[in-house]
Nanobody
């Protein structure tokens, strides 16, 4: 079994910062791509940021310059540093990983709530 566990969500005022973490555990042979997604009430889940095994990153236009995605390969952990948060960043944030346990599988975390007050 493979598990992704997010942490670091919470309530913050507009302009503030949060650091999200996503730790992968279980029978992992290797982790390929990882990413952060978010889903606001009544909205579809959307990609926020992604990072490949080689460290190439991509961001949604709405978060470019404010959010930074990174990975600690030794710890099988991914991070999302969120700065200059806006009320429209309020959502449940999910981490996602495409990894190899034997076969390649795509796994999701349970989500962590981020609420930005104005």
């Amino acid at each position: 079994q493979v598990q992704l566990v997010e942490s670091g969500g919470g309530l913050v005022q507009a302009g503030g910062s949060l650091l999200l973490s996503c730790a992968a555990s279980g029978r992992i042979v290797s982790i390929n791509d990882m990413g952060w997604y978010r889903q606001a009430p009544g909205e579809q889940r959307e990609l926020v940021a992604g990072i490949t095994n080689g460290g190439i990153t991509n961001y949604a236009d709405s978060v470019k310059g404010r959010f930074t995605i990174s990975r600690d390969y030794a710890k099988n952990t991914m991070y999302l540093q969120m700065d200059r948060l806006k009320p429209e960043d309020t959502a449940v944030y999910f981490c996602n990983a495409r990894l190899r346990t034997g076969p390649v599988v795509v796994t999701w975390g349970q989500g962590t709530q981020v609420t930005v007050s104005s």
